[in-house]
């Protein structure tokens, strides 16, 4: 069976995208499956880096077929974008290689000015979205009147179709917002040019899929966000509008459960978040500052896509635990385990106080788990410097007892741990 999914498995940013750069050199597809340019894939390769926001991280291993499926939206504007930069940067991102699902949907300044008017009125209650268009984008797809990216085959066409969006869009800025109208006829003019320039990207991109699979050929899914803002399994409203789970996979690429033989969860040793919502085990003070970072180090935690410091926090195995679960993760990939080098101890949640009740499951209602005090457990820390180290034997022992832990915690074995950010700086468990 030859599908692999990756899946974040806390609230975003866990380092999917470096994971699947390195599961990228045994695929022959890295197909993306949900979600747009809210993501930020970062990918270092010896002194260079890269960002990418709706392109595969498969880009970077030369002979895999990359794929945007039918499950994301796409702001074509940033596609381009990012086409250009890649190629800036010596990455073949041709159209031979390069495929966009023209079941896809649309972004549009229409979308984003929706996203930013929302997010200011709801005020001190704001989602703490990216700004990026990503919910109007899915909620026009919903109420079926989205812009489909088949609509890009016929420029002319296609620009009507914006045009009369963004008078929509219009009224309810106008009217429900108190904002100054778009330019439809502008943006319609630009979007007719983008949909010339990503032409020869657009196809039906299921027999891509299907004929890989036929083949035998090795496809990667690579999941944005992560099942903690995943719609329907996060803690709503406080989630983004598509599936990043599993589930999205399959639907965001079209084929069946039976295909799958591994599902990766990519978690970080610890836990961050952006944006609001619940966070149990969130330190507010001189912890979360030192997992954070002062942003000197790339790798500190500020936001790849809008550079918002991050919400910092020791792992949270209650949540790690329902991750697993509900994705059915066939092995963990635990990312930045160098960042929590001098810490003399290190906590793991391992279940929640809720009302002088211990609960060792993760509550569905944002209300509770709000009320949720961790319990955890502490283990030793390390203080030797990790980021060099190739082998997993070579690790100090409380850095594998602590990897160890987790596994056995959550039931399912780490099969990579990374040390730093570049490309080989990944140990094979
Ligand atoms: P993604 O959205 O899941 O792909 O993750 P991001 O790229 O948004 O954030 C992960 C950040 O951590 C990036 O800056 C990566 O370069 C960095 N990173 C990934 N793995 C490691 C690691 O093991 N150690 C360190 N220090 N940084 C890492
Ligand atoms: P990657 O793929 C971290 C968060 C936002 C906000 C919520 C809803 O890099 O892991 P949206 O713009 O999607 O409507 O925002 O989801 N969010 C992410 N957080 N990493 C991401 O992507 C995210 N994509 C969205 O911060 O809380
Ligand atoms: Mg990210």
């Known amino acids: 069976m030859p599908v692999t999914i990756c899946v974040g498995a806390q609230w975003g940013d866990e380092g999917k995208g470096r994971v699947v750069d390195w599961l990228a050199s045994e695929s022959d597809v890295v197909a993306r499956y949900a979600g747009g340019d809210n993501a930020g894939h970062t990918i270092s390769i010896g002194d260079t880096t890269f960002k990418l926001h709706l392109i595969p991280s498969g880009i970077l291993q030369p002979k895999a077929a990359c794929v945007l499926g039918s499950g994301m939206v796409v702001n074509p504007q940033r596609l381009l974008d990012e086409i250009q930069q890649l190629q800036n940067q010596g990455v073949d991102v041709s159209p031979e290689r390069l495929f966009l699902s023209d079941r896809a949907h649309v972004i549009t300044p229409g979308h984003i000015a929706l996203d930013t008017a929302s997010e200011e009125s709801r005020a001190e209650d704001a989602i703490g979205t990216t700004q990026r268009g990503i919910g109007p984008a899915y909620t026009d797809k919903v109420l079926r009147q989205g812009l489909q990216v088949s609509t890009m ?5 296609f620009a009507d179709a914006v045009k009369a969006h963004i008078e929509d869009v219009n ?17 319609a003019t630009m ?7 990503l032409q020869p990207y657009i196809v039906n991109t299921t027999p891509i899929i299907h004929n890989a699979l036929q083949a035998n050929q090795r496809i990667l899914c690579e999941g944005a966000q992560g099942t903690l803002l995943d719609l329907d399994l996060g803690h709503y409203p406080f989630v983004t509008s598509s599936s990043p789970s599993v589930g999205g996979a399959l639907i965001g690429l079209g084929f069946g459960p039976t295909v799958v033989d591994r599902v990766v ?3 970080k040793a610890f836990s961050t978040r952006v944006g609001s919502g619940p966070m149990p085990t969130e330190q507010k003070g001189e912890i979360g500052d030192r997992l954070r970072g002062t942003g ?11 550079g918002r410091p991050r919400r910092c926090g020791w792992l949270d195995g209650v949540v790690l635990r329902y991750a697993a679960r509900v994705n059915g993760f066939t092995e963990l990939v635990l990312t930045k385990l ?5 810490f003399e101890q290190l906590k793991i949640a391992v279940a929640y106080k809720i009302d002088g009740q211990t609960i060792d499951y993760l509550p569905s209602s944002v209300a509770e788990v709000e009320r949720a005090e961790p319990i955890y457990e502490t283990l ?11 082998r997993w034997e070579d690790l100090p022992a409380n850095a ?3 990897v160890n832990y987790i596994a056995d915690f959550v039931g399912v074995s780490v099969s990579l741990v990374s040390v730093g950010p570049e490309r080989t700086q990944i140990i094979l468990k």
């Open 171 to 187: 009224m309810v800025l106008q009217n429900r917002y108190q904002r100054r109208p778009l330019d439809a006829d502008g943006i």
């Open 153 to 157: 085959r016929s420029p002319e066409d």
């Open 296 to 306: 000197e180090k790339p790798w500190d935690e500020f936001g790849t896509t809008t």
């Open 400 to 402: 594998q007892r602590y």
């Open 380 to 390: 030793d820390g390390w203080s030797e410097d990790i980021m060099n180290i190739k």
């Open 265 to 267: 969860g990519v978690t």
């Open 338 to 342: 160098d960042v929590l080098t001098g």
């Open 191 to 197: 979007y007719a040019d983008y949909a010339r320039q």
